[in-house]
C-alpha cells in the first residue's frame, strides 16, 4: 500500500476523502492526517478530522494539528458552505481520540526524512500552509516526496471564491506558490474535474442505502454540503472534490489530464491566487504538474459507494 499523509482542513468533502482512503487499506496506508486552517478555524478542523477518524472505527489513526494561519494573510474561511462547525449535516459525537503530540509541520518533516526516500506521498485537501511551511523548515524533504497529489486550483472553470480563484489556493496563495515549485512530482485536481463528481439524488441515495453509520452521515453530509452549490450554481449536487485526491490514489484510470506548467498569482488583488495553468503549453515555461481535466464520474462514485460500505 502507498503510504501518505493527508492534509486536510474538514469540511464535508474532506471527510469523504479521509474515509475512502481509511477504508481502502490495501492500497492505501495513512501516516498521519494533518490539519491546517481552512473550511474553518484550525480549533474545528482537527477536531473534525478526529470525528471522521471515529466514524470510519479507526481511532488509532495519528491526528496532528498544524499552522492555524496562513503564511502570511488573515485567515479566510468558508462557513457560507460547509457550517458552523465544518462538518455540518450529520449528528456526529465529539471525539474520544486525542490529538497526537507535535505539530504537524514537524510529523510531516520527520516522517519524510525517516521513511525511505520517494516513498511517501503527501495529500493536501485544504489550503497548503503547512506544506509550505515544512519545505521552507526542511528544504531536504522536497526531494524525498514520492508525490504530492492536491485538491486545489481551477483553470477552464476559473474560481469559487473569487471570479480567478479556487479556495485552497486563495487562502493561502504564498503557500500554494512554495509547493508548486518545490520540485515534487505534483498531480492536481482543479474544480474542472471536481465539479464533473456531483452528488446526484440517486448517488445520495446509494450511500443512504448502505444503511451503516458511515453511509448515512456521508448521505447527510452532501446533503448539507449540496445546498451551496445547487442555489449558487443550479448544479444538480454537491460537488465532491477532496475525495477526487484519494480516488486517484486507488484508480488513477479514473482521471485525465495533462503534464503542463501551474503557476500561482500572488501579487495583484484581482486575480490572487489563481492557478495559471499553461494547458496549451504556450508559455515555453517548464511543466512542473499533473493538471487534471476529466473525471470518470460513474466510476469514481461506483468506487466511492463500494469502499464506503467496507467500513
Ligand atoms: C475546496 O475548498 C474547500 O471548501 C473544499 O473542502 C475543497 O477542499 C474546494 O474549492
Ligand atoms: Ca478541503
Redesign the pocket.
Known sequence: ARKIIIDT?P?Q??AVAILLALASPEEIDVLGITAVA??VPLSLTQKNARIVCELAGKPDTKVFAGCDAPIARKLVT?EH??GKTGLDGPTLPDPEMELTDGHAVDFIIDTLRAEPEGTVTLCP??PLTNIATALTKAPDIASRIQEIVL?GGAYFEVG?ITPTA???IYVDPEAAKIVFACGAPITVMP?DV?HKALVTKPRNDAFRALGTPVGVAVAEMTDFFERFDKEKYGSQGAPL??PCVTAYLIKPELFTGRHINVEIETCSDLTLGMTVADWWRVSGREPNATFMGDIDADGFFDLLTERLARL
Do not use: I, K, P, Y
Open positions: 482542513d469540511g468533502d474532506d481552512g473550511n468558508a458552505v460547509h485537501l485544504g485538491m469559487n479556487e479556495f485552497n474544480l471536481t472534490h477532496d
